[in-house]
């Protein structure tokens, strides 16, 4: 028999690049399917889940409140904050914007993987210090490729419950904003203690999970006072349940 033939060295590289360029154009094709084909929206019947609100941040620009409250929608979520250092310029205008017109405020800061717990919840808590909120704060937890891609799970665990327990100690409820893969991976049996806002282009009917309390249905919403595609939200309950809700928030903020 003859000698097996053994690869040579640039065979070797060959295939190690055509895997690479490979396993980009799957990341790049999931990336278009994720972001330009699949869809961002879903109906919601309003009847069945009658509380409505959006969530905001500077990229939404000059929002108009009082339009807002007066095209059916009752709260809002706003960005206050990213990371250790980042600021969101527009929040206080979008914070008393929403207050004077009558919807209940609720703050959000988007976590950034390589920074510690403690450093996001300073940063945040110097945003929304001595400012009323109707809603919980908000932890905004996703994966995409420019948020700590090199963190591992039980390190971004570590410091998102090191910043959920800061906010707590400092009197706050706190929520868990995530999508369906983001519950399995971080919250599920783990931030339990935590509200769940979860982003799902289902019906609600379909997708409630334990602690779940809203639920964004929408990155192509149109509403009036806003400029462009807005996150639409539900709250998952009916209208005696928000009361309960937002009294329960109002007894935590009365004893900060």
């Given amino acids: 028999m003859g000698k ?13 690049l055509l895997a690479g360029v490979v396993a980009l154009v799957v990341a ?13 929206s879903v109906t919601v019947d309003r009847f069945r ?23 059916d929608y009752q709260f809002a979520f706003i960005k206050a ?15 008393r914007g929403a207050r004077e017109a009558g919807l209940k405020v609720g703050a959000y ?9 403690q450093e996001q919840a300073d940063n945040l808590l110097a945003v929304i210090r001595g400012k009323k909120l109707d809603l919980p704060v908000v932890i905004d937890l996703e994966d995409d490729w420019g948020n700590g891609a ?11 419950m090191e910043m959920v327990k800061c906010l707590k100690d400092n009197g706050y409820r706190v929520m868990i904003y995530t999508n369906l893969d983001g519950y399995g991976k971080y919250y599920k049996n783990i931030l339990g203690d935590c509200d769940l806002w979860l982003c799902s282009f289902n019906s609600p009917d379909l997708m409630q ?10 990155h192509e919403g149109r509403v009036a006072g806003v400029d462009g595609d807005v996150d639409l939200n539900v709250f998952v309950g009916d209208k005696s349940e928000w009361q309960r809700y937002l009294d329960e928030q109002q007894q935590l903020t009365d004893n900060q």
């Fill in 4 to 16: 097996r033939q053994v690869p040579t060295k640039p065979d070797y590289i060959k295939w190690l």
């Fill in 49 to 71: 889940y009658p509380i409505a609100g959006i969530d905001v941040s500077k990229h939404n620009g000059v929002i108009d409140f009082a339009q807002v409250a007066a095209d």
């Fill in 109 to 117: 800061h988007f976590f950034r993987k390589n920074r510690t717990g």
């Fill in 150 to 160: 090199t963190v591992d799970r039980q390190t971004t665990l570590q410091r998102v």
């Fill in 28 to 40: 790049l094709g999931w990336f278009v399917l994720r972001n330009y084909i699949l869809p961002h």
């Fill in 81 to 95: 904050s990213e990371g250790k250092t980042y600021k969101d310029d527009a929040f206080d205008h979008n914070y």
């Fill in 209 to 218: 999970h334990t602690g779940q309390r809203m639920q964004q249905y929408s």
